[in-house]
């Protein structure tokens, strides 16, 4: 097991990876008030677990699902926060997924302006991603992650033990952000293309987990609430899989996120900020996770979307984080005119 500080200015974390972390909660929370939000999926698989663990612990089941990421769920965990009578003392432990761990994160941040959070990710994409480093969020009007916060949890407790019950598909779903890293760091990309036969062993994703946070972790050291421009790197592949996510739906974020970086890793090649044969070695990568990029109907309208992504800040330009070379990107910002007209030109002609 191997022990990774996040030492931000607001709140420094410590995230444990490796066999054995998450029995490191029986020592965190001896002796404190806890409360656990968890969604029925989790809670169907781990309640007998959650009882040995949490004991006496109240738990809050949310409904499992992107769909659920919203206000109602949000403010029916805080009902529950209430009714358990937490205080400024007790600790919220996010036992789930991405989806949990975000809307518990900002409930944490939220119940009398802040308690104790400790993120238990059960999912690899939480555990690689979005357990560390505090973002929170709901879904609102049908735009992602546009209500939430920066709250670091205390602890992150990313033990490989979960991912034994997980679907190959969310193993693939965490495997884009594991992708997206390599894009940023040379060295878990030289690991991921020596290991390309193996991505989906669970003894090679318990290896780069550690190498992912620990890359993440030193991205958020330097940028902690995206101020200085360095954070939104971690986008690479999201504005367009945000938009693609959002109107389409039925696949995950992680699916997503690798379409999303296939579409820019030509866009990219076209504007001369990659070399062509660094953005076929990414492709190739990226088709070794998902297999066949698909096609989209009405993928013009899909990537309008996008103008709704945070990281804009003009209202008719969309802005693009972009693989560079190895380790390396550029941000890119192209009118909505420009952008929609390549998205259906690779997804109309190239794919």
């Not at 420094?12 to 029995?23: F, I, M, N, Q």
């Not at 190959?168 to 965490?174: A, V």
């Not at 760091?185 to 318990?206: G, P, Q």
């Not at 739906?249 to 660094?278: D, N, P």
Request: with cysteine; charged share 25%.
């Amino acid at each position: 097991m191997q022990t990774i500080e996040v030492k931000t200015k607001s709140r420094p974390s410590t995230v444990y990876c490796g066999k054995g972390a998450a029995e490191k909660a029986r020592d965190i929370l001896r002796g404190k008030d806890v409360f656990v939000v968890t969604d029925a999926n989790v809670f169907r698989l781990y309640e007998k677990w959650a009882g040995d663990m949490f004991g006496d612990a109240p738990i809050c089941v949310v409904p499992a699902g992107e769909r659920h990421k919203n206000r109602g769920t949000l403010f029916a965990i805080l009902d529950k926060m209430l009714d358990a009578r937490l205080n400024r003392g007790s600790v919220l432990v996010a036992l789930g997924g991405g989806v949990v761990g975000d809307m518990a994160g900002l409930a944490a941040s939220l119940y009398m302006r802040g308690i104790h959070a400790v993120q238990v990710p059960t999912t690899l994409l939480a555990q690689v991603d979005s357990s560390v480093g505090g973002k929170t969020a709901i879904d609102h009007r049908g735009v992602k992650n546009v209500i939430g916060a920066f709250y670091q949890p205390e602890y992150v407790l990313c033990d490989p033990m979960f991912l034994h019950t997980l679907p190959p598909r969310e193993l693939r779903c965490g495997l884009g952000e594991i992708v997206k890293t390599g894009a940023l760091d040379a060295d878990i990309l030289d690991k991921l293309e020596k290991n390309s036969d193996r991505l989906f062993d669970l003894s090679f994703m318990e290896d780069v987990t550690a190498d992912c946070v620990r890359f993440k972790a030193g991205v958020v050291e330097k940028d902690e609430c995206e101020r200085n421009g360095l954070r939104k790197c971690l986008n690479m592949g999201h504005t367009t899989g945000h938009a693609l996510e959002l109107f389409y739906g039925r696949r995950s974020h992680g699916e997503y996120v690798l379409i999303g970086m296939y579409f820019e890793s030509i866009i990219a090649e076209r504007k001369g900020v990659c070399s062509r044969v660094y953005a076929e070695q990414l492709r190739a990568l990226i088709q070794k996770v998902i297999g066949r990029i698909p096609k989209f109907r009405n993928i013009g309208e899909a990537a309008r979307v996008a103008l709704f992504d945070k990281k804009n800040e003009g209202k008719n330009e969309v802005s693009l984080i972009l693989p560079k070379t190895r380790g390396g990107f550029a941000e890119a910002k192209l009118s909505i005119g420009d952008y929609v007209g390549m998205i259906e030109e690779i997804g109309g002609g190239v794919l």
